[in-house]
């Protein structure tokens, strides 16, 4: 099986990933997924308190994969070596701890699966660059072909999606005052053309469904369907 949830930002709000908050885990084992879509946040300093979480997901019965969100330290992220697992890229982090590399398609339990990191930090005049923003949180144009090209391979038609933010028509229902910015633009092009059954996102701290194939995650853990 393959689940999926918001932000955990790091140990904030990794408790929901709890037996008492997520009972189905029980019955899962290795080959079942958790993914996290964007604002992870355990790959952030190498602190003592930081390994302490990734241990403990590591321990959990399922594996974990996640997207990058806006609030990543991508200096740290992008150092660790990518490597080839469902028929794509990505970063361990620590044991069954994934990172999903933006801009593929993957095949996950027999799932085809477009991802796509990345997110435009509205608070961002506040905040240090390299210490708490990072210019990588939004995709380069290299990136953006790099997704164009994978959806050109499996013919514009997958499974499901899984990206941080919103397409801009999506993002409007959300929150009407989040800027518009090129990645949701793109994603508001792949929404227009792309043959789906669902789209997962986090980035906006709600639990709510768009329509019938949209999901903003936040506290909700749900299975994929």
Not at 58 to 79: A, M
Request: hydrophobic content about 35%.
């Amino acid at each position: 099986m393959i689940f999926v949830t918001g932000d955990t930002h790091a140990n904030l709000d990794i408790g929901k990933l709890s037996t008492r908050r997520f009972p189905e885990q029980k019955e899962l084992t290795k080959e079942d997924f958790l993914i996290v879509c964007g604002d992870f946040g355990l790959v952030w300093d190498g602190s003592a308190r930081e390994i302490y979480w990734q241990d403990w997901l590591s321990d959990k019965n399922f594996t974990t994969l996640w997207i990058d969100g806006n609030h990543e330290n991508f200096d740290i992220l992008y150092e660790l070596p990518l490597t080839e697992k469902f028929d794509g890229k990505v970063r361990e982090i620590a044991p069954d701890i994934y990172h999903l590399d933006r801009g593929q398609v993957l095949t996950i339990d027999d799932q085809k699966i477009f991802v796509m990191g990345g997110a435009r930090s509205h608070d961002r005049e506040n905040r240090i660059e390299h210490i708490s923003w990072w210019e990588q949180e939004m995709p380069t144009s290299a990136e953006m072909e790099r997704a164009i090209e994978a959806l050109d391979k499996c013919g514009w038609e997958v499974d499901y999606v899984i990206t941080h933010c919103a397409p801009k028509s999506v993002q409007k229902m959300v929150c009407s005052w989040y800027e518009n910015d090129s990645l949701v633009s793109f994603l508001e092009r792949v929404r227009t053309d792309l043959k789906f059954k669902r789209w997962y996102f986090g980035h906006y701290h709600i639990d709510r469904t768009f329509g019938e194939q949209f999901e903003a995650l936040y506290n909700r853990i749900i299975p994929m369907e």
